[in-house]
């Protein structure tokens, strides 16, 4: 008697190659996410520099007057 391995539904071969377009999609999603939150973080601590706040007046204390 021979004995037969069980087949697979589908060729493991054939899900390798269905899988491999949308991780290859992720890597690419995750570099173009990681680099705008990147562009973000830069652009938010040009926004928290002061540079570009105004100047505001201080008003003077009771001490003083």
Avoid: C, H, N
């Amino acid at each position: 008697m021979t004995e037969q391995t069980p087949q697979a539904p589908i060729p493991t071969e054939l899900l390798l190659s269905l899988a491999t377009g949308p991780v290859l999609l992720g890597i690419l999603s995750m570099q173009a996410i990681g680099s705008w939150v990147q562009m973000a973080g830069v652009a938010s601590e040009e926004i928290f520099r002061g540079d570009r706040l105004p100047v505001l007046p201080f008003p003077d204390s009771e001490m003083d007057r």
